[in-house]
């Protein structure tokens, strides 16, 4: 006699409470590709953020303070 396996009951169920969260974050995550592999280097030399952070970045002695 084969023994119950629970998986594909487990899964049918979970699936029908979970596709809208999954199909969400599927379609965010492909959103957030398309928009960053769309960016060119002459954006990141114009974006407000880039420069905040460099600006950062090249401050004397940022890296090496002591505690």
């Known amino acids: 006699m084969r023994k119950f396996d629970p ?3 487990f899964f049918k169920r979970e699936w029908k409470r979970n ?3 999954l199909v969400g974050f599927a379609v965010t995550g ?4 398309k928009l960053s592999l769309g960016l ?3 954006d990141a030399k114009n ?3 880039v420069k905040a952070h460099k ?3 090249n ?3 940022a890296g090496s303070q002591k505690k």
């Open 7 to 9: 998986w594909p009951v």
């Open 59 to 61: 401050l004397p002695n």
């Open 40 to 42: 060119t280097e002459e």
């Open 19 to 21: 596709w809208p969260f």
């Open 47 to 49: 974006s407000k953020f």
């Open 55 to 57: 600006r950062v970045k």
């Open 30 to 33: 492909a959103l957030i590709t």
